[in-house]
Nanobody, 119 residues
Framework: QVQLVESGGGLVQAGGSLRLSCAAS????????MAWFRQAPGKEREFLAR????????YQLDSVKGRFTISRDNAKNIVYLQMNSLKPEDTAVYYCAATPGLGAAYDYWGQGTQVTVSS
């Protein structure tokens, strides 16, 4: 089992930045592929980015490329999502997820952290 706890969400003005953190426990963190998703009210969950255990990163949404950056600190068992130039349409609950695989599906999820971007 893997436990994931997100933090760092909050209210920010458009154009601002936030850094989300996701702390993992219960399994060797360096063996996990970690990812970030988000879900806005009334919308389906969207895959944002992932970082494999090999360090490779992938970003899914064109709308976040160049603004969001995923990173991980294997010594601290934390994955981050740095979000810059935030827009009101980035408002959502942000979730981290983990899998022992390469990221086709995710076995473990955090509880989510709310990000609200005001215009």
């Amino acid at each position: 089992q893997v436990q994931l706890v997100e933090s760092g969400g909050g209210l920010v003005q458009a154009g601002g930045s936030l850094r989300l953190s996701c702390a993992a426990s219960g399994r060797t963190f360096s063996s996990l592929t970690m990812a970030w998703f988000r879900q806005a009210p009334g919308k389906e969950r969207e895959f944002l980015a992932r970082m494999t255990r090999f360090g490779g990163s992938t970003y899914q949404l064109d709308s976040v490329k160049g603004r969001f950056t995923i990173s991980r600190d294997n010594a601290k068992n934390i994955v981050y999502l740095q979000m810059n130039s935030l827009k009101p349409e980035d408002t959502a609950v942000y979730y981290c997820a983990a899998t022992p695989g390469l990221g086709a599906a995710y076995d473990y999820w955090g509880q989510g952290t709310q990000v609200t971007v005001s215009s």
